[in-house]
């Protein structure tokens, strides 16, 4: 029941990262900014798990 307190559905199945995490600051170069705003891009737009095709 939703509320309930209890997780249900989709998990992550890794516990820790599996990739370094990005250094802090902004970056300075504008060809690694591009790069990085159409990977945020691509990321947002991907299916959910529950829309994949089968």
Do not use: A, C, Y
């Not at 599996?18 to 902004?26: A, E, F, S, V, Y």
Request: proline share 17%; no cysteine.
């Amino acid at each position: 029941m939703p509320g309930d307190g209890k997780f249900q559905g989709w998990r992550p199945t890794l516990t820790k990262p599996n990739i370094p995490r990005p250094k802090d600051g902004l970056p300075q170069d504008v060809d690694e900014h591009m790069r990085l705003m159409s990977d945020i891009l691509v990321l947002g737009s991907r299916p959910t798990p529950r829309e994949w095709p089968r």
